[in-house]
């Protein structure tokens, strides 16, 4: 298996656009995480799914924030408009959820600059 | 404060030494707890998991975990360069399923 994709791998753009960050999990697995990664708050999870349909967003930090799963294979984190303390590392995590242990599998993350 | 406290080092070891990683929490109802490596530029991938209190080993890596004191412990025996990388705890509550709370990591270095 190819493991979680996440897309672009990086993406620098400027204040008050739009960005769109891309996520296929492992196949097989029902739940989908995305989480923020900073130096000063480090890994902070932002909201998670389970067989498609979120279940837990009150890490999402705005309005500005949304996440869509439309099917099991592809997820979407969207920032509109984006601002300059947005630029983070966004990643994505896939499990299955009748593994008996709590291993996340995680993308390469996608690093965000806004500028 | 924050739920999950965990020194940001970074930490520098020569290699072969014993590595103590540690991290503190204040949440009572947190019963799962995992040690999650990442190296540079990567995603983190779990690298121990314990359930509630006590030992558990893997080769070179001791997981400790003390909820009497809210404290979680990772040991390194025989550290190798290889090792070096950030180091996060991460810990949950029984019955949520999956939202675990991330310590912010400690960065370890291992010199030859």
């Known amino acids: 298996d190819a493991g979680v994709i996440q897309s672009p791998r990086h993406e620098v753009t400027e204040m008050g656009q739009e960005v769109t960050l891309r996520c296929k999990p492992i196949?097989?697995?029902?739940?989908l995480f995305w989480y923020r990664q900073t130096m000063m708050r480090g890994l902070e999870l932002l909201i998670y799914f389970n067989n498609n349909v979120p279940i837990d967003d009150s890490g999402m930090p705005e309005d500005r924030f949304s996440a869509k799963m439309p099917n099991a294979s592809f997820s979407t984190l969207k920032i509109q408009p984006s601002e300059p303390r947005d630029s983070a590392v966004y990643f994505c995590?896939?499990?299955?959820?009748?593994?008996?242990?709590?291993?996340?599998?995680f993308g390469p993350g996608t690093r965000l600059t806004v500028l | 404060q924050k739920e999950v406290e965990q020194d940001p080092g970074p930490l520098s070891v020569p290699e072969g030494a014993i590595v103590s990683l540690n991290c503190t929490y204040s949440n009572s109802a947190f019963q799962y707890f995992m040690w999650y490596r990442q190296y540079s530029r990567k995603g983190p991938e779990l690298l121990m998991y314990?359930?509630?209190?006590g030992n558990k080993e893997d080769g070179r890596f001791t997981a400790q975990v003390d909820k009497s004191s809210k404290y979680i412990s990772l040991f390194i025996r025989d550290s190798q360069p290889s090792d070096s990388a950030t180091y996060l705890c991460?810990?949950?509550?029984?019955?949520?399923?999956?939202?675990?709370?991330f310590g912010t990591g400690t960065r370890l270095q291992v010199t030859l």
């Open positions: 995590a896939s499990r299955q959820g009748l593994a008996n242990t709590d291993t996340q599998y």
């Open positions: 314990t359930y509630s209190s």
């Open positions: 196949s097989g697995h029902d739940y």
């Open positions: 991460a810990m949950r509550e029984a019955g949520t399923a999956s939202k675990l709370t």
